[in-house]
C-alpha cells in the first residue's frame, strides 16, 4: 500500500528550531512536498523536492532521502504565526498526491 | 478575486437536503480536484478534472456528484449525505504540464450534515 508518516502533534518555543519528519511508501517517486495549514485556512505551498538533498528557502528547509523513504522540514527563528499543521505529500507514478495527516506545530511563547 | 475561491464557507445540511458546492479558480489552471479532509485524517482525493474532463474517481459515493462545465469552475452536489460524511472539502487546481506538480487550494467548506 501507499502511505506517509509524520508526527501528529509538536510544541516547539519561540525563537527555536524545529524539525518536522516525513517518511513514505509509494507506487513511484515524483516530488515531495511540503504545505503549510492555518486553521480554517486553504493548505499553502512551501516546498518541492525531487533530487536528494536540502533545499532552503528563508526560515524554511526541507530535506529528501529518497534511498530512505524520507524527508524533513526544518524551521528556524520559530515565530508564533508558524504555529500550524504541516502536510507531507508525495506524488506517486499516477501524478497523484499521497497525503500524510498532517503535523500540528504548536509555538509558546 | 485571484487564486482559488470556494463557496459556500459553511454549510449544515439534513440527509434528505439536495446542496452544491462551487469552486472557481482565477489562475489559468487547467486541471481542479475536490479533496475531502477529515480531522487527523490525510486528504482524501474524490475526483480529478484535467481540461474539463474527469480522469479520477477515487470510488466516492454516488450521493457525491461532481460537475466541471469549464477549465474555471467546478461543482460537487450532494445528496441524501451522511453524518459521516461531515468534514472540510477542498477544491485545487494546478496547471498540468507543470513539472512541480503544484496544486493551489481555496480555503474550504466546511460541511456538517446532521
Known amino acids: 500500500g501507499q502511505n506517509i508518516d509524520q508526527p501528529t502533534e509538536m510544541t516547539a518555543t519561540e525563537g527555536a528550531i524545529v524539525q518536522i519528519n516525513c517518511t513514505y511508501q509509494?507506487?513511484?517517486?515524483?516530488?515531495l512536498f511540503w504545505y503549510q495549514q492555518h486553521a480554517g485556512e486553504a493548505p499553502t505551498f512551501l516546498s518541492y523536492?525531487?533530487l536528494d538533498g536540502l533545499e532552503e528557502k528563508g526560515r524554511f528547509s526541507s530535506f529528501l532521502s529518497r534511498s530512505k523513504g524520507y524527508s524533513y522540514l526544518l524551521l528556524k527563528e520559530l515565530q508564533m504565526k508558524d504555529s500550524a499543521s504541516y502536510l507531507c505529500?508525495?506524488?506517486?507514478?499516477?501524478?497523484?498526491?499521497?497525503w500524510g495527516a498532517g503535523t500540528k506545530l504548536i509555538i509558546k511563547p | 478575486e485571484t487564486g482559488v475561491t470556494q463557496t459556500p464557507r459553511h454549510l449544515v445540511m439534513g440527509m434528505t437536503n439536495k446542496k452544491s458546492l462551487k469552486c472557481e479558480q482565477h489562475?489559468?489552471?487547467?486541471?481542479m480536484y475536490w479533496y475531502k479532509q477529515s480531522a487527523k485524517k490525510p486528504l482524501e482525493l474524490m475526483f480529478v478534472?484535467?481540461?474539463?474532463?474527469?480522469?479520477e474517481n477515487n470510488s466516492v459515493p454516488s450521493r457525491f456528484s461532481p460537475e466541471c462545465p469549464n477549465s474555471s469552475h467546478l461543482f460537487l452536489h450532494l445528496h441524501t449525505l451522511q453524518p459521516e460524511d461531515s468534514a472540510l472539502y477542498l477544491c485545487?487546481?494546478?496547471?498540468?504540464?507543470?513539472?512541480?506538480?503544484?496544486?493551489?487550494f481555496g480555503p474550504g467548506t466546511r460541511l456538517t450534515v446532521l
Open positions: 485545487a487546481s494546478r496547471l498540468s504540464g507543470e513539472i512541480t506538480d503544484t496544486q493551489y
Open positions: 489562475l489559468g489552471h487547467n486541471a
Open positions: 478534472y484535467n481540461f474539463k474532463e474527469q480522469t
Open positions: 509509494t507506487s513511484g517517486f515524483n516530488g
Open positions: 523536492n525531487v
Open positions: 505529500a508525495v506524488g506517486n507514478s499516477n501524478y497523484q498526491l499521497i
